[in-house]
Every structure is written in C-alpha cells, then in structure tokens.
C-alpha cells in the first residue's frame, strides 16, 4: 500500500456585498466610511503556519502523516483552476540548532498543487518512500513556503511559511502502563498503573523512566534483540549506571550485605528482562545502587505494557 505525506488545502469561501450610490471623493478615496475590498487570498491557517511536528515510524515502506491544512480564502466560487506554488525554504531549518535538514533524497514532491475549478481544496504529497533510512536519534526539519497562486490569488505574507518536524520512532515507540514493585531499603513501594512514554532512541531501543524516579531524572534505555526479544539495560544520558537482574532479586549489595529482598508482588518471576512482542510488554527487573555508601541496591521490577 502507497502511504504519501499530505499537505491539504481547505477552502474558506466568503462573500461580500456592498453597494452605495454617494458620490464622495472623501470616500472614494478611502478617507473615511467603511471601506470593503475584494480579498482573493492563499494562506496557512493560524494552526498550522509556523511549524508542525510529525512521527514516522522506522520502515522500509512509504506511510501515510496527519495533513496540515493550507486555507484558501476568496470571494465566491472559481470558474477555473488555481495553481497553487510552494518553494523549499531551508533557511527555516538553519534557524533550529536542534534540527537536521530532511536529505533531498529522503522525500519527493512537485511543490504544485492545482485546485481544480469549483473546487475548494487540493493537495501537496510528499513521500516518504523510506524512513528506516533516517537516523532515529535526530529531528529532521523540511521548511515550506507559498510562494505564488494563478488567477489573482495573492499570498498572505504573514501566513505563508511552516517548518515541518519530523522525528522517527520504531515499533515500541509509545505510550505504555507499568504495573511492579520498587524495592528499596527504606522506602519500598508499589508501582500501579504508571503512565510512561517510551521514547525512539535507535532501531531497536527507547528511553523509559526507570520505576517512578523520572521526575528525579532518572531514565533507562532497552534494547531489544529483535530474534529473542532480550533486553539489554543501560543508563540513558545523565542518568545514574545501572545494572540488570535477570535471574532474580540481588542477594547482596556491592558492599556485601545482604539486600533483604523478597518478591513482593504476584508477577515477580515473569520479569526476566525480555520484551513480548505478543504482548507488547516490557518485562524488566533492573536498578542502581545508593544511598550514603553509593552501594545499596534499589531494584524495580516491572511490567510494562503498550496502551
């Protein structure tokens, strides 16, 4: 199946009347009285002009974004056709630190769009005929202007350019619920539905809050081993080393003591640091040492599941 990227053009018709039979050089001339102008016009709506931001998912096939809405503004229908021009705007990426610009190869589009006579609406595609070959761990940015339309249409300078994002995530990329326990020496507790978003960090890994510590900036990344569907843990950026239990709780601290660890809830065993591609389940049991000494353990075990 063809997925193409649409930029759509929605039309908003207005009439205006007015008549006057006074004959006034003041008037005509715009000095004063209500003056009404015939208005033919092609712009971004409030909405969309500026910037908009997209999410592909890494594939080899083309896919199908939400549309931006273009807004043509005239009076009365259109007995004939209205092209309508775009023109590429780099400049608009440049001005984002943040952002890399889409490579020409990654997309194609005419830049043209022909609103057909009668009509009110057309639309400008832009493929995406392959995404897996963008990097995730980048924001890609695509700058669009309106440049010109036919038949008098003029385009509004103030509305008239948008800075596309475009981000790409892989298959676990999403919003999930954590249900597991946080062990800690002094401070266990239970994690119940806990809303997270896992975030594309590479082709098979994503960033998650470890337990319920994001808000102190704790993250973890998993990796999945697409064949097996093992997880490998690690410390996201800035967050603290983490280390993996697969087989089970820690015995011991780094410093020897015991940790005094027990299951403490009824899907325990099932956290083996793997991912459910059936389920669409995280199921994880990995944490950090603390405390005054930098050598207790706390461990999360969790099962983390796509909404």
Known sequence: MKNIFK??????????????????????????????IEKKGVSLPQSIAGSVDYGLLSSDAPQLLASPIVALETVGAQSSDVTVQFALKPELVAADPNLTLLPASAYTTNLTATIKAGQLLDTLDITIPRSSDLDPNLTYGLGLELVSASNGFQVASNMKEVLIRITVKNIYDGNYTANGWFYHPTAARAITNRAKTLTTTGPNSVEAELGDLGGSGYFAIFTVDPGTGALTITQAPGSVPLAIFTSGLPAQNLDGTAT???????????????????????????GYAGGASGQIYRVTEEIIKLN
Do not use: H
Request: hydrophobic share 40%; with cysteine.
């Open 260 to 286: 005094g660890y027990a299951s403490a809830w009824p899907n325990a065993a099932q956290c083996t640091n793997v991912y459910d591609p059936i389920n669409k389940e995280f199921r994880v049991r990995y």
């Open 7 to 36: 930029l759509s053009f929605f039309g908003v018709a207005m009439t205006v009347a007015f008549s006057s039979c006074l004959k006034d050089k003041g008037f005509d001339n715009g000095d004063y009285g209500i003056q009404v």
